[in-house]
């Protein structure tokens, strides 16, 4: 009886244990260092040479990294390409304007001819989104790494959890509180809007139909509503043309955004909405003093997105592919 008793909380034990450690697997600096301990040095080397040739690339990272996290977590299942049977995440509606997929997959190509089957393609995301911005001048944050790839990509998650540009500001919170995201984190992420483009279909609203009577959005500076009208968006229909999200300074990583959304002159509703806020607005007027200080907690924003519902220890697989599930 009392040989079993032994034998009994020895297995309890080792069951704890086991427990523990998968409950407690968590993200960590250098995760790569004794199993691939070259990739976070390609991937930055690679990065650093092609992206200040094509510098909005680093816009277009970063959001597709964004665009990642929000949905299903930080595990690469943006990447997946759709099947018959199934339409991904990369074909619904609000990311069919995501670039930068060719460039993950080279970044990927060139890690596996260095470590086959070991750096996970949710990491490469990670490490290159913020290698890009930093190489065009940017913030460098931490990317502690030990992502695992997700095996699932449905279209329908996007618009579940996905912040889009025509919401307002108690619907941001929600979503961002939802990925355990604060409000501090929102006017944080979206100062990434200092880089990069759109389209004018995601403006349009705003300036020809805002309450469905052919009027303007009263929150858009009137003068800059009618220089996008002008020499931008002339039609509603306008689908193509592209307009910078920080006029004049689209590739620098600076206050530029922030200058322009207490101007009224943000470009999507989910930038204007930040001034509706007493508390995000006065996240705004801090980040505004200095530009040292909103790039050192663009940082900590970053990494704190880069842990979203991240699949670790034997979750999820590590993609031989980026697009393609194992």
């Not at 070259?38 to 816009?59: D, F, N, R, T, W």
């Not at 939802?178 to 880089?195: E, M, P, Q, R, Y």
């Not at 279909?201 to 303007?216: A, E, P, V």
Request: glycine share 8%; net charge positive.
């Amino acid at each position: 009886m009392k040989m079993g008793s032994q034998n009994y909380f020895k297995v309890l034990i080792i069951c704890l244990i086991a427990i523990i450690g998968s409950t407690h697997a968590q993200l960590q600096l250098g995760f790569y260092a004794k199993s691939c301990p070259k990739a976070e040095k390609i991937i930055l080397k690679y990065v650093h040479k092609h992206i200040p040739h094509v510098p909005s690339l680093a816009a277009a990272l970063i959001r597709l990294h964004f665009h990642d996290c929000f949905v299903r977590g930080c595990d690469a299942s943006v990447l997946v390409n759709s099947t018959q049977s199934n339409t991904a995440e990369r074909d619904s509606f609000p990311n069919l304007t995501l670039r930068g997929f060719e460039f993950i997959d080279t970044v990927k190509s060139i890690v596996e001819a260095e470590c086959p089957g070991v750096v996970s393609c949710a990491d490469i995301l990670a490490l290159t989104a913020r290698d890009s911005v930093h190489s065009i001048g940017g913030p460098f944050w931490k990317v502690p790494t030990g992502r695992r790839d997700g095996t699932i990509s449905k279209t329908a998650d996007v618009l579940l959890g996905l912040p889009a540009p025509f919401h307002n500001v108690s619907t941001l919170l929600t979503l961002f509180g939802n990925v355990g995201l604060d409000a501090k984190d929102l006017v944080l992420l979206s100062g990434a809007h200092t880089i990069g483009v759109s389209h004018c279909s995601t403006i349009s609203t705003r300036l020809y139909n805002f309450t469905g009577k052919g009027d303007q959005d009263p929150d858009l500076d009137s003068k800059y509503a009618k220089n996008l009208k002008t020499r931008k968006c002339k039609d509603i229909n306008d689908q193509t043309t592209l307009i910078e999200m920080d006029p004049g300074s689209r590739n620098t990583f600076d206050l530029g955004y922030y200058k322009q959304v207490v101007k009224n002159r943000g470009l999507f509703q989910s930038d204007a909405t930040l001034l509706k806020s007493s508390t995000t607005k006065s996240i705004i007027d801090q980040q505004l003093k200095s530009n040292k200080k909103f790039f050192i907690e663009f940082a900590k924003s970053m990494e704190k997105m880069g842990r979203i519902n991240v699949k670790v220890g034997t979750d999820g697989e590590i993609r031989k592919h980026c697009s393609l599930v194992n």
